[in-house]
């Protein structure tokens, strides 16, 4: 039941607060019996615990079966990234002596084996659930992942011809032998370890060939309509295993004894030295290619495997015993995509489109208003993918473009589409003469070479383009429209939760901000000036800003709950975030439980707070939503004495967020805005809706049905038959 009572929000002073960049906020200490070496759950295995509750999805047969196997391939990419990210960054701080035990009290060979075991037991599982669960219920629906013996001649011919005319001309068989050295294995690469022999001296050699990462992992053998009509069949092939049926072509002359599938996993976490870096695009550059050839951290093959070639493999890539994982064919479920992406409506959820904001729409049509009129109206808060992007977001940007009355828009972008009309509203801008400012994060990981093509493309435009902070990234989601009217400029802005990405933001639940409040305007231009020039200290009325007040400034209202409680006023924390990892925070939390006041953390990953320990955090909840969206969106309220206060923005609670990057969050003010956000949150936490539950051992249960079996509330469901309910309201 909601705690927080009114949602007027208070006329007290506006928060003040100080940004020092590059300097960084100190953590506080724990104090008295905060001090507890078992207060924290490991990161690293909580994160495991994340893509777990990712792999429950695909093992749940309630849901629909091609979002089983997109869940499938999501767990294999996760795991990917986790490999060439925390375990490469874990592995390379043990290795130069610099890892330190962990929070959870583990030393780094203890968190490294912890995470090999639980690793290899979900990769394993992962596997299973496929063979034993998927596959079967894909042939059910016609949809076979087949070998090569059992095709027919007529399906043999045309994969053959396909293969000539497509695969053949681009592969490059390797040998291995005195003359030729065991040849560089690329990270993420699937490859063929390959056996053949010479006729004529009857002696065995090693050859490896990489499966072309251009092609289609799964080739379609009935054509790329098959398997969109019920009842129809399709069929699909590996493309390691048609490469392996024609290794004869690739080696004329020589018999082929056997083959292996093996995939090798680097580290590629980028390391730049920015204060050493007189220019930082050429810097990451040049990191970029040093990342192909990062050490190898996990090495997949087959289970059937001649101990031989793996003996091989393992002492030519230098990997440990605990790096090897041994699975059933096929390697790398990310190739699962090519079957999840099939258009077969009665195995897909069911199609959703977004719909313009209700305060954005005003004729009852699919096209935005007047963006800046209707943020005169009032502050817009949006809920992305329910709310489009395309007409509120982009819309905003698109329409400051082309109005002559704009003068100024500036603009961070950390991640954004291959083809992004943020980009291209961005260049319309600079092109029709106005003054274009577009802070593009080039450090933004897995995306760096990408947005280094959008910062020259910008720059060539005549767009204003800087690179943000040394020794910071900006994480920051931010827009700054500088409109003239007729009684003076005015500032229109956007702040986020999410990326300025389109084609995401069809898929992540994120929340953003439409205003014109003259305090969030100021605020915002004192940020983009600290951002592209010399404004180290500035002052901010409805911001708190990473590296200097995000976490001080949430430290400091969960204080003032704190107080509340002991003064017998209303008293709450509800914090909805992606990690909550963070100490100082966490410790600030575990104050506020034994004080009392109730405490309740949404979180989609990552999460070291141990919730319901006896005398430490008997108040505190921690719940889990993952379903169809990617729950993505930051907020955080307090009851503050029954005149809530709730922030939303693109902070997570990791030390990175808020030591390393700049971020910001915004304190809301309307109050319809406030209530509604403070119902959502409830909502997410209701014992009706389904989630996963944290225990204080530090295990997720899944709680989706009740007493009765019955299914519980879906809340991205639920939020979906909500808007169509106000649609249909506003219709009438």
């Not at 056996?195 to 009857?202: F, Y």
């Not at 050490?295 to 101990?307: F, G």
């Not at 400091?556 to 914090?575: F, Q, W």
């Amino acid at each position: 039941m909601p705690v927080f009572g009114s949602t007027e929000v208070p006329a007290s002073r506006a928060t003040q607060d100080r940004i020092d960049i590059p300097d960084f906020a100190p953590r506080l200490e724990p104090e008295g019996d905060m001090v507890r070496p078992d207060r924290f759950l490991d990161r690293e295995l909580s994160w495991l615990a994340f893509n777990a509750r990712v792999l429950e999805l695909a093992e749940d047969p309630s849901l629909y079966l091609l979002e089983r196997v997109s869940f499938l391939s999501i767990f294999a990419s996760n795991l990917d990234e986790f490999f060439m990210v925390r375990v490469a960054g874990l592995k390379r701080r043990i290795a130069t002596g610099l890892a330190v035990p962990s929070p959870a009290g583990l030393s780094p060979i203890e968190v490294l084996d912890q995470i090999s075991e639980a690793a290899h037991r979900l990769q394993e599982r992962h596997a299973q659930v496929f063979a034993k669960q998927i596959r079967p219920a894909l042939e059910q629906e016609n949809i076979h992942l087949v070998h090569w013996d059992g095709l027919d001649d007529d399906a043999r011919a045309r994969l053959s011809q396909m293969f000539a005319e497509q695969v053949f001309p681009i592969l490059t068989p390797l040998a291995v032998d005195p003359a030729h050295p065991f040849p560089y294995i690329s990270g993420l690469s699937l490859n063929l370890a390959v056996v053949v022999r010479n006729p004529v001296s009857d002696k065995e050699l090693f050859a490896r060939l990489k499966v072309p990462d251009q092609l289609p992992r799964l080739i379609s053998i009935d054509g790329p309509r098959a398997g969109t009509v019920v009842g129809r069949t399709a069929r699909f092939i590996a493309l390691e295993e048609l490469i392996a049926v024609h290794l004869d072509q690739l080696f004329p002359g020589m018999e082929v004894l056997e083959h292996h599938t093996f995939r090798v996993t680097r580290n590629e976490d980028l390391e730049v030295e920015e204060d050493d870096a007189e220019n930082l695009l050429q810097a990451l550059e040049k990191e970029l290619l040093r990342r192909r050839f990062g050490p190898p951290v996990r090495l997949e093959v087959t289970d059937d495997i001649n101990p031989n070639i793996l003996a091989l493999l393992v002492r030519e890539l230098g990997v440990e015993e605990s790096e090897v994982y041994q699975l059933p064919t096929p390697l790398d479920l990310r190739g699962l995509s090519v079957i999840a992406g099939i258009d077969r409506a009665d195995l897909h959820y069911p199609k959703h489109v977004a719909h313009t904001s209700r305060f954005l729409n005003e004729s009852e049509t699919s096209k935005a208003a007047n963006v800046f009129a209707a943020m005169r109206r009032r502050d817009i808060l949006l809920q992305h993918p329910y709310d489009s992007f395309s007409t509120s977001v982009q819309a905003f940007l698109e329409q400051a473009a082309a109005d002559p009355k704009v003068q100024a828009i500036k603009q961070t972008l950390y991640r954004t589409s291959g083809d992004s009309p943020i980009v291209d509203a961005l260049i319309d801008a600079a092109e029709a003469g106005k003054q274009v400012l577009a802070l593009v994060e080039i450090k933004a990981r897995f995306d760096e070479q990408a947005n280094i093509s959008w910062a020259r493309k910008l720059e060539q435009a005549g767009v204003h383009v800087v690179y943000g902070i040394v020794g910071l990234k900006t994480h920051c989601k931010l827009s700054l429209v500088v409109r003239q009217e007729n009684d003076g400029l005015r500032r229109y802005c956007h702040i986020g939760t999410g990326n300025y990405h389109p084609r995401t933001a069809r898929y992540y639940e994120d929340l953003g901000l439409l205003t014109c409040d003259e305090q969030v305007g100021e605020d915002l231009s004192k940020l983009f000036n600290q951002l592209s020039g010399y404004a180290p200290k500035s002052t901010f009325k409805r911001l708190l800003v990473a590296p200097r007040s995000v976490r001080s400034g949430l430290i400091d209202r969960i204080e003032t709950e704190i107080r509340n409680a002991r003064a017998g006023l209303r008293a709450r924390v509800v914090i909805k975030v992606n990690s909550m990892v963070d100490e100082a925070v966490i410790d600030a939390l575990y104050r506020a439980s034994q004080a009392g006041v109730r405490v309740d953390v949404v979180v989609r990953g990552i999460c070291a707070l141990r919730p319901g320990v006896p005398g430490l955090s008997d108040n505190i909840t921690v719940r889990s939503v993952l379903g169809r969206f990617l729950e993505h969106s930051r907020v955080f309220a307090f009851a503050n004495g029954g005149n809530p206060v709730v922030y939303i923005g693109s902070a997570d609670m990791m030390h990175r967020n808020l030591d390393r990057r700049v971020e910001a969050l915004v304190q809301l003010r309307n109050r319809d805005d406030i209530a509604e956000l403070i119902g959502l949150l409830d909502r997410y936490l209701d014992a009706g809706t389904a989630s996963w539950h944290l225990d204080e051992a530090g295990q997720w249960t899944r709680h989706h049905r009740d007493e009765s079996g019955q299914p519980l509330q879906d809340i991205q469901s639920w939020l979906l038959a909500s808007r169509a309910r106000q649609r249909a309201a506003s219709r009438r």
